[in-house]
């Protein structure tokens, strides 16, 4: 498995502003994934990052409102930006480990106001 | 178009009897299957998967089986115990879109003392 950290745990934050969400890992990896909950909702892939390259998004994300960065084999960032009300989730990290398992990280829980 | 579904949002248990959690898909690509669990405030924990070469894993009190003909796998508990209270989150991946994981909507169970 991996052991899997984000930064902040949950923030709240005023409508228009931008927040930047780490994910760290314990080892390197190849796939990072960014995922996002919404209150009563299932998980929703935005996007794949891998290091050395853009991120792929998903159907409905764009990297103007969720940019990625992936500098190394254990670090990445998602950035949600100008919020709204409507981007108040729960936002994830996971790694793939051991073949097609994804390990996730303990999210972060965002309120926009 | 979901095309994973957990129909039972929500799901009691008696302690010491067995818990089954169920899950249909509709993408016949799908070819790997995993169940997650998930705590209020955490990440989703990995609890057990299954290929689809196979009908059948077990690993302790877990034990998913897989209905390829029916697309429906199912993730069996016994005996349940307090502890496993929790969201249960089945996803299905295929090695043709990227490894990205599909989550189904989630069912809550509960288990009764």
């Known amino acids: 498995s991996a052991v899997i950290s984000q930064k902040p745990s949950r923030d709240i934050c005023q409508r228009g502003t931008s927040l930047t969400i780490q994910c760290q890992v314990d080892?390197?990896?190849?796939?990072m994934f960014w995922y996002r909950q919404q209150p009563g909702q299932s998980l929703t892939l935005i996007a794949t990052?891998?290091?050395?390259?853009?991120?792929?998004?998903e159907s409905g994300f764009v990297i103007d409102k969720f940019p990625i960065s992936r500098p190394n084999l254990t670090f990445s960032t998602l950035t949600v930006s100008n919020m709204s009300p409507e981007d108040s989730s729960i936002y994830l990290c996971?790694?793939?480990?051991?073949?097609?398992?994804?390990?996730f990280g303990p999210g972060t829980r965002l309120t926009v106001l | 178009d979901q095309q994973v579904k957990q129909n039972s949002p929500s799901l009691s248990v008696q302690e010491g009897r067995i818990s089954i959690l169920n899950c249909d898909y509709t993408n016949s690509m799908f070819d790997y299957f995993l169940w997650y669990k998930k705590y209020p405030a955490e990440g989703p924990t990995f609890l057990i998967s299954?290929?689809?070469?196979?009908d059948k894993n077990e690993d302790g009190r877990f034990t998913v089986f897989l209905n390829k003909s029916a697309k429906h796998l199912s993730l069996h508990i016994v005996p349940s115990q307090p502890g496993d209270s929790a969201v249960y989150f089945c996803?299905?991946?295929?090695?043709?879109?990227?490894?990205?994981?599909?989550f189904g909507t989630g069912t809550r169970l509960t288990i009764i003392p």
């Open positions: 996971s790694v793939e480990k051991g073949g097609d398992t994804q390990y």
């Open positions: 996803a299905a991946s295929s090695n043709f879109g990227n490894e990205k994981l599909t």
């Open positions: 990052a891998n290091q050395g390259s853009e991120a792929t998004y």
């Open positions: 080892s390197q990896v190849t796939m």
């Open positions: 299954i290929s689809s070469i196979k």
